[in-house]
């Protein structure tokens, strides 16, 4: 552990994180949330704040409203939201219920920083190659309209496959604007605030659905929180699965306040407020909440009615814009969920192209909060148990919905685990399904006496798994290769080089060197990340100081970095130069038959 050192940077994210969605968070909290929820109003208000601040951002963005212009009228919103709602339902909301779940999110949240603080700096952690991208993204957001192409950045348009998820990149420039830093610096930090809104989240089942006593809500988070898959999913960092992560469990919290007899305006809203965000986020995050949804709804099926949403002509007033300017991210999440429903329920249907930066099974007993299978003797009995006794007491609704929600996620996992190329979706189903059953495990325990033992075990044996998750994870961005900007700055527009390193460490060296037209002998192909041109011939090489000097480089080499040296090209070497600063997009798009 180096110390203290990346602490005051992390502060700056975390703070600028928390005010922003506090500002967007307050007012829509005190309109909209039921009485019946009001005890944790405070538990409420940022999650809340997070998925409007993504959304306002979004559609004015779509509408062409420039970033800063946005951003400053969203906060302006929220504030005034938020004086309206308090002088017309006045009062304080209560402190003292929020204060345990705060604390203890604010811990989880710095343990899944603890590679941060080991590197010194803040930067990027994990090995998540969609890091880059992620990155870029929300860098591309903050100058441009999700629309545009603008090859002068290094990400130089909102990847196809991605075109649903600018609420979560819009979000993550905001916060990196405020707080001041790049965004590189940022979303690590920002990942580390959603786990701990997430796991408040989780806590929200425990107590408003389950009714656990506030001890063993507050277990379960901590298992939830110190998961080893959580924490690879925040660390690596997952960007897009982590902001699904964070919005599912509000939506399953808010399930029984859509039900006929609690049903009320402002419940609607909020349920479709993290739908929506999970959606966007995440498309294969929705059928867990939509499956518990659809169970608690099933009795009163009937009695739906589009016409709540449409009441005339009047509605599309609002319906109609708001469609037209969502339409982009709207047809991404169709093409995701379409693709997908294609290929899960096509056994013919090969998933080799599902698998992403994953390369195999993760094991189950990781899921299940243990580091090796032999631990499973002591936590799956306990996790059987503990879940027995909670869905046993709980409401019927809320029993079937979780025991279909378990259901769904066995037999999936098993069918992926059969099917070739299937640890994808393995590793998503579980990721989502896995927390819902720690903490309802959790509420078990609160209704046995001393039950409290059985939690103590799960969470020794989960700190255990997950600190060998965080001692096995480091920066993916270290200053080596920051250095790299160095160059980037230092040499004229116009100047080509030829990156002479491994095709899979090449995406952050052609980020940091993205000014300049750029090129490879032997790109990053076979993959779904844009990639820099094939060419020998350029005016500079960029090699690693571990290899040999590259056969067609002049020296004395032009400048020498702790990992990189630059070089100058032989001008004898012949062919064409085919060095670009457009990146050569792999993916043009988005197969859903």
């Given at each position: 552990m180096v110390g203290w050192r990346a602490l005051p940077e992390l502060l700056a994210v975390a703070v600028a994180a928390v005010g922003l969605f506090a500002v967007g968070g307050l007012g829509l909290t005190r309109w909209l949330l039921p009485d019946e929820y009001r005890r944790y109003e405070l538990v409420w208000v940022?999650?809340?704040?997070?998925?409007?601040?993504?959304?306002?951002?979004?559609?004015?963005?779509?509408?062409?409203?420039?970033?800063?212009?946005?951003?400053?009228?969203?906060?302006?919103?929220?504030?005034?939201?938020?004086?309206?709602?308090?002088?017309?339902?006045?009062?304080?909301?209560?402190?003292?219920?929020?204060?345990?779940?705060?604390?203890?999110?604010?811990?989880?949240?710095?343990?899944?920083?603890?590679?941060?603080?080991?590197?010194?700096?803040?930067?990027?952690?994990g090995q998540g190659q969609d890091a880059h991208l992620a990155v870029g993204t929300a860098q591309f957001l903050q100058k441009h309209p999700p629309t545009a192409v603008a090859i002068e950045e290094p990400v130089d348009r909102v990847p196809l496959v991605w075109r649903s998820k600018q609420p979560i990149y819009y979000a993550l420039a905001a916060v990196a604007t405020l707080s001041g830093r790049e965004v590189f610096e940022t979303i690590s930090a920002l990942a580390a605030v959603m786990l701990a809104l997430a796991c408040m989240g989780f806590f929200l089942i425990a107590r408003e659905l389950l009714r656990a006593p506030p001890w063993a809500a507050l277990c379960g988070m901590g298992l939830v929180g110190l998961n080893p898959m959580v924490l690879h999913t925040v660390m690596h960092p997952y960007f897009n699965q982590t902001w699904g992560f964070f919005a599912m469990p509000f939506a399953v919290a808010l399930a029984p306040l859509a039900a006929a007899g609690r049903r009320t305006p402002g419940s609607l809203a909020l349920l479709a407020l993290f739908l929506a965000v999970c959606g966007f986020a995440y498309p294969l995050a929705l059928p867990l909440p939509l499956l518990v949804l659809a169970v608690v709804f099933w009795p009163e099926r009937r009695a739906l009615s589009p016409r709540r949403v449409y009441r005339g002509r009047r509605s599309l007033l609002w319906l109609v814009p708001l469609a037209l300017v969502l339409i982009v991210p709207i047809a991404g999440v169709i093409e995701k969920a379409t693709s997908a429903f294609n290929v899960v329920f096509d056994p013919a249907r090969s998933l080799k192209s599902w698998g992403g930066d994953v390369f195999g099974y993760f094991p189950e007993a990781q899921f299940l909060g243990v580091h090796d299978w032999g631990l499973l003797i002591v936590a799956a009995p306990l996790l059987a148990w503990g879940a027995y006794v909670a869905l046993r007491a709980a409401p019927r609704r809320i029993r079937l919905a979780l025991i279909a929600l378990f259901a769904f996620a066995v037999v999936f996992a098993i069918e992926f685990r059969l099917r070739r190329y299937g640890y994808y979706f393995h590793f998503k189903t579980l990721a989502?399904?896995?927390?819902?059953?720690?903490?309802?495990?959790?509420?078990?325990?609160?209704?046995?006496?001393?039950?409290?033992?059985?939690?103590?075990?799960?969470?020794?044996?989960?700190?255990?798994?997950?600190?060998?998750?965080?001692?096995?994870?480091?920066?993916?961005?270290?200053?080596?290769?920051?250095?790299?900007?160095?160059?980037?700055?230092?040499?004229?527009?116009?100047?080509?080089?030829?990156?002479?390193?491994?095709?899979?460490?090449?995406?952050?060296?052609?980020?940091?060197?993205?000014?300049?037209?750029?090129c490879s002998q032997h790109p990053l192909l076979n993959t779904s990340y844009p990639h820099v041109r094939i060419s020998r011939k350029a005016d500079y090489i960029v090699a690693p100081n571990d290899r040999p000097v590259p056969a067609d480089a002049l020296t004395p080499p032009v400048r020498r970095l702790d990992a990189f040296t630059l070089y100058r090209m032989k001008p004898s070497v012949a062919g064409a130069e085919n060095c670009s600063r457009a990146m050569v997009q792999t993916v043009t798009s988005v197969p859903v038959s």
């Open positions: 940022l999650p809340v704040g997070a998925c409007a601040v993504a959304l306002a951002l979004t559609v004015l963005g779509f509408a062409r409203v420039p970033f800063k212009m946005s951003l400053g009228v969203v906060i302006a919103l929220g504030v005034a939201g938020a004086v309206l709602a308090y002088r017309r339902r006045p009062g304080a909301p209560a402190m003292r219920p929020f204060a345990w779940p705060a604390y203890l999110g604010v811990l989880l949240a710095a343990g899944s920083l603890i590679p941060l603080f080991r590197a010194g700096f803040v930067t990027v952690e989502f399904a896995v927390p819902v059953l720690l903490v309802t495990a959790a509420a078990g325990f609160g209704r046995i006496r001393r039950g409290w033992i059985a939690p103590v075990v799960l969470l020794v044996l989960a700190n255990n798994a997950g600190s060998s998750e965080i001692g096995g994870t480091f920066d993916e961005l270290p200053r080596s290769t920051l250095q790299l900007r160095d160059i980037n700055a230092s040499l004229p527009a116009d100047s080509s080089i030829r990156i002479d390193v491994v095709p899979t460490e090449q995406n952050w060296i052609a980020y940091m060197l993205h000014a300049h037209p750029l």
